[in-house]
């Protein structure tokens, strides 16, 4: 398949039935326990329309969800990630799944401060843990309640040693101040640490040059060893689409990174499907149901609207975040665009200069047989948006 074949994908239709909804052998199953929270973080994309707590209660039974998995998901490597909400406030459905379907892979999406909940068998189980955090305790109680940073520190150092997989400190970049020596930290504490430039508007005064500063320092520091991997999702990501071109289209098909486009499924409580955790607020997106046992493609598809195409990091960054680009283009909003998604592509694009100031390919070429392993290889990439 061309790459301009991928561009014109269509989604399916009742006149064009055969498309398969899931792009490739693997789909990410994504179980919104709940959309019930034990915190109010001040960011939270759930909170568009009301969303976040609207649903607390299953609308469909492990017999529906099974019979949907066998009908639309048949011969797939199919992997689960527990996502709310918090999903731990539906400890029985998280245990239910996970007994039923012994040979899926699994990942936890928490907020931390209920993780010491889970009992051995499920954190052995579990191949990732997402942790949310949002870099030193003043930056983290900031944005969600003060003691949570404390809170979660310990809970992670009491489980750790008893999670099967790998521990990651996901973070969403919000305000300017945060600080190098916080997501360094991070980095240092646990297995890898991902972010995402917050979709919100911190990004007007000097913002944009406070958070260069604060990458250039990263990109630095990722680039300083070849001997051991500074373990930062976004640069990882970054540095293995450049020096590994062909990797772009293995995961995802040449299309987002962060998979709305391709195979991930958002399942909502009552059994709604939507291809992305942040837009459950519109009806347009539904791409699926759990009861009626039905799914349709992904209707976040590339838009001519979208000016991807002409810019210096499409061949590595493949439109990032396809709900920003739908609401800023497609949807015409043109304050969001200017004032969130327009700063957020430039930052990905002066970390594209950054490390390409670095030489990535001569790096690659230096590095350690692990560390370049680590770099084309991560399975973490499965479970993250790899691009910030």
Known sequence: MTESTLELRPAASASQPHLDPIVGGRVELQLLTTLKCNLKCTYCSLGVGDVLGSQTELKYDIEQLAAFIDKQLAGKEIYVTFYGGEPTLNLPLMKEVMRRFPGFRYQLQTNGTLLDNLPDWMLHKLSNVLVSIDGGEATTDGFRGRGVWRQVQKNVAHVRDRIGGTVTARVTWGKPETSFEELDDLAESFDYLYWQFVADEQYGGDSLERRKEVLVRLIDKFFNRTDKLYPLIPLMGMVRNKVLPSRVEELCHGLTQCRVSTHILNVMPDGRIFPCPDMLYDPAMQM????????????????????????????????????????????????????????????????????????????????????????ADAEVYEYVEIMP
């Open 288 to 375: 699926g149901e759990i009861q009626g046992n039905w799914l349709k493609c992904s209707p976040l598809q590339p838009h001519p609207a979208m000016p991807c195409e002409s810019c210096e990091a499409f061949a590595w960054c493949r439109r990032n975040c396809m709900k920003n680009l739908h609401r800023g283009y497609v949807q015409g909003d043109a304050a969001y665009r200017e004032r969130v998604v327009e700063p957020i592509c430039e930052l990905i694009r002066f970390m594209g200069r950054e490390i390409d100031r670095h030489d990535p390919q001569a790096w690659f070429a230096e590095a350690t047989l692990p560390v370049r392993k680590q770099v």
